[in-house]
């Protein structure tokens, strides 16, 4: 039977992981299609078609053939349509918005751009840096007070939320955050990883295109 979902990726990006580790979660298989980044694939008219960011990831629904963009977005759709890891009240599901756009906010460009000028991808001044790196900061330590006394982010199962923060702050020790200095975080992260079928970003997406992941 062929895979209902059809996600576009690269190896190396955190909001790509953050769709796979879902995917994963639910049991749900898929099919990959690598993009190059640093070849320019996702500013050719053929992928601007998919996603007109011009970014990964994006994921095809083969159910109703319409492309999604934007992980925030994607896990939502992924969440929703599967009916997993949706949260259980409408309460649940205004504050799991709520925590996705504070993470975009506050918390995701920091750690990723913190991450990009280490990994040599971007050039910022000293004050630049600076200030991602005190408000990557300030925004894990936001993070860590509000998961004190809790297994997760909202209400008392894994919701996609704590899905789209795993997923970037695996990434964070690469962009200069030191994770052992919120107790809280950590907790919270062997939580999800200890959920069935998880997956670490070091094992997840390869370099090549492939069926039935
Ligand atoms: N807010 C977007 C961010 C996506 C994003 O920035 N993707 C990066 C890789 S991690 C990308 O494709 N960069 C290529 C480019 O900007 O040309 C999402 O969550 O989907």
Redesign the pocket.
């Known amino acids: 039977m062929t895979a209902r979902f059809e996600l576009h990726g690269?190896a190396?990006?955190?909001?790509?992981y953050?769709i796979m580790l879902m995917l994963r979660l639910c049991g749900e298989k898929f099919d990959y299609i690598h993009?190059n980044?640093m070849a320019?694939e996702?500013?050719t008219p053929e992928f601007l078609a998919k996603n007109r960011?011009?970014?990964?990831?994006a994921l095809l629904d083969r159910n109703n053939d319409h492309v999604y963009?934007?992980?925030?977005s994607?896990l939502e759709h992924i969440a929703e349509s599967l009916k997993q890891f949706t949260g259980k009240t409408k309460i649940e599901h205004v504050q799991i918005r709520e925590w996705m756009f504070w993470s975009?906010d506050r918390l995701?460009p920091n750690i990723?751009r913190s991450r990009a000028m280490r990994l040599g991808f971007r050039t910022y001044g000293f004050d630049t840096a600076h200030m991602y790196f005190n408000e990557g900061n300030a925004a894990l330590k936001m993070l860590d007070d509000h998961l004190s006394g809790r297994n997760w982010i909202v209400g008392d199962a894994a919701t996609y939320v704590d899905i789209a923060l795993y997923g970037v702050l695996a990434y964070a020790g690469a962009g200069g955050f030191e994770l052992k200095l919120y107790p809280n975080i950590n907790k919270w992260m062997s939580h999800l990883e200890a959920l069935p079928n998880f997956i670490t970003p070091g094992t997840h997406l390869p370099m090549v295109s492939q069926k039935e992941m």
């Open positions: 690269m190396r990006s955190g909001p790509a953050a993009v980044l320019g996702q500013k960011f011009g970014v990964v990831p963009v934007q992980s925030a994607i975009w995701i990723y």
